[in-house]
């Protein structure tokens, strides 16, 4: 999870919410109801993991970071707690840092105190609104900090404002890009080694892992996982007017060891009649809306993924216990051999 990214994507993974503890916000009425009208009309099921990030979702995401099974948020902050400078050392003084999805600024920064006189913030997230917060607290703290928030959806075509000088790094935190499809993550991952060229990126992955402690990390004790599953439903009762019954869904996530991805899905308990943009949907007993997949990499994985969109792998910093990695992946300048 919960990772997500924005387009196509989502959040944890899970990776997190960007405005909350890794993941984005997202979304128009107009969008959701055109993506739940999909994903109601088509068999099987899905739709994107975005949608969880209304306020509510967003509190919710925000509680799951907190949760003893749920570990990628903590481990990632221990990691770049530890080794944020020898990342500075790597980027170099007046290094301008762009995120991809502004978070909930706890990760960068970390990355802001360790870098040596960081030239530049560059957060990038599709809704202004928490681009403008997120903006505004960081040039109160970082009173020498030029801050330029970029509202855009970075899975597609992005510019970036002019380089300042200083190496550019890439800030994608959260295993976010686990919510990609493979061919999705390629596309994104060409596409920030564009933008960085000269520079790097700093890419947190979930690590492959015992199967038990992700199933851990999606099925926790306390439910919250699943009120942040069926929330999506709640949302869409809120603001779309459909009548789903909260209590004839059940949460089911589980990992899916041959495709190396966790899933998450809302199973229908029963025969049910859904209503939206006076339409009709009948979801069968045992019928699922599949809400978010969340890949887990192996190192030699995203090296090959790195090397094949662009980039030259270099370090790469773990815990102790090899459940999450942060890879500083360099992308060569043109005039680089």
């Given at each position: 999870m919960r990772?997500?990214?924005?387009?196509t994507s989502s959040r944890r993974g899970r990776a997190g919410n960007s405005a909350g503890c890794g993941l984005p916000r997202m979304g128009m009425t107009?969008?959701?109801a055109h993506d739940m009208l999909a994903a109601l009309s088509?068999?099987?099921?899905?739709i994107s993991p975005k949608y969880f990030y209304d306020a509510e979702g967003s509190r919710l995401f925000d509680r799951i970071c907190e949760l003893p099974e749920y570990y990628p948020t903590r481990t990632e902050l221990q990691i770049l707690e530890r080794h944020g400078a020898e990342m500075a050392a790597l980027a170099g003084p007046g290094a301008e840092i762009v995120e991809f999805g502004a978070g909930s600024l706890r990760k960068v920064r970390l990355l802001l105190d360790a870098f040596e006189a960081p030239a530049r913030y560059v957060p990038i997230d599709i809704s202004g609104e928490h681009l403008r917060d997120a903006a505004a607290i960081l040039r109160r703290e970082y009173p020498g900090l030029e801050v330029q928030p970029v509202v855009a959806d970075y899975t597609e075509g992005l510019q970036l404002?002019?380089?300042?000088?200083g190496k550019r790094v890439g800030f994608f935190p959260g295993s976010t890009i686990g919510n990609f499809t493979p061919d999705e993550a390629q596309a994104f991952l060409g596409s920030a080694a564009e933008l960085l060229r000269g520079g790097a990126l700093l890419l947190g992955v979930d690590l492959v892992k015992d199967p038990q402690v992700l199933h851990a990390a999606y099925n926790d004790a306390e439910g919250v996982t699943g009120l942040f599953n069926l929330n999506l439903l709640a949302r869409a009762n809120r603001e779309l007017g459909t009548n789903f019954q909260l209590r004839q869904f059940a949460h089911y996530a589980f990992y899916n060891a041959p495709l190396q991805r966790i899933e998450m899905h809302l199973v229908s308990r029963a025969r049910q009649a859904v209503a939206l943009a006076g339409e009709h949907f009948v979801l069968e007993e045992g019928e699922t809306l599949h809400t978010e997949n969340s890949y887990k990499f192996t190192m030699t994985g995203v090296r090959a993924l790195a090397?094949?969109?662009g980039f030259r792998p270099g370090p790469v910093w773990t815990d102790a216990d090899g459940l999450f990695g942060v890879h500083w992946l360099h992308a060569p300048s043109r005039s680089e051999p």
């Open positions: 990772a997500t990214a924005t387009g107009t969008e959701f088509q068999a099987p099921h899905r404002p002019a380089s300042g000088g090397q094949r969109a």
